[in-house]
Every structure is written in C-alpha cells, then in structure tokens.
C-alpha cells in the first residue's frame, strides 16, 4: 500500500517562495508517475505537473510553467513541489499522488488517473 504524507505548506506573499514535500512509503514496484494536483476553493482538483519514475521528465501546466519545479530525493523516499513566484491564484490546497503504471506526456492531468493521495497542503498566497 502506498502512502503519501505532505508537508510544508503556509502562508506566503505574492512573489515569494514554498517547498512542498511528499514523505512516501510503499512504492509500486513498476513504473509509475508522481502528480502534483491542487485544488482553489470552491474549484475542483486538477493536475499541474507530472513526472515519470524514471526521474528523466517532467511535464508542467502553462499556469505553473517556469515557476513551479518537481524533484526527487531517492534516499528519502521524498518528491517535493518548490514553487516560486507565487501569485495568489495559487492560493489551493496541493496533493501529490501516485499514477501507478501511468506514463506522463502531460502535466494536464485528471484526478481519476491517480491510484494514491496525500491529504494535502494548503497554500495561501496574499496579494
């Protein structure tokens, strides 16, 4: 069973920085895909980035394209979501998941392709 636990969300000013972390244990033993998904108050959950187990691509949305960054840390089990330039529009509350057996070509993801979900962190951005 995999399971994700987030960590590192808070409060922020336009223009600024947070890192998102992702613990995990029990990672399928196939390929798989790592989704970065959020979801803004009073919208639904939709996927901004996609990496590949491979750790060779990434795939970003337009919205968060050049601002938002996903890394791995083998040694740690860890993925992490370092966002820059924060603007308040990104204002949600931020999920990775596992898409198990998936292979990204997009960051366009949808939430019914992810297997397994963290709980979550909730980012807000001030203007």
């Known amino acids: 069973e995999v399971q994700l636990v987030e960590s590192g969300g808070g409060l922020v000013q336009a223009g600024g920085s947070l890192r998102v972390s992702c613990a995990a244990s029990g990672w399928p033993s196939a390929d798989y895909a790592i989704g970065w998904f959020r979801q803004a108050p009073g919208k639904e959950r939709q996927g901004i980035s996609c990496?590949?187990?491979?750790?060779?691509?990434?795939y970003y949305v337009d919205s968060v394209k050049g601002r938002f960054t996903m890394s791995s840390d083998n040694t740690k089990n860890a993925v992490y979501l370092q966002m820059n330039n924060l603007k308040p529009e990104d204002t949600a509350v931020y999920y990775c998941?596992?898409?198990?057996?998936?292979?990204?070509?997009?960051?366009?993801?949808?939430?019914?392709?992810?297997?397994?979900w963290g709980k979550g962190a909730l980012v807000i951005v001030s203007s």
């Open positions: 998941a596992v898409l198990d057996g998936y292979h990204c070509v997009s960051g366009y993801l949808s939430p019914e392709e992810a297997d397994y």
């Open positions: 990496g590949n187990s491979d750790g060779e691509s990434t």
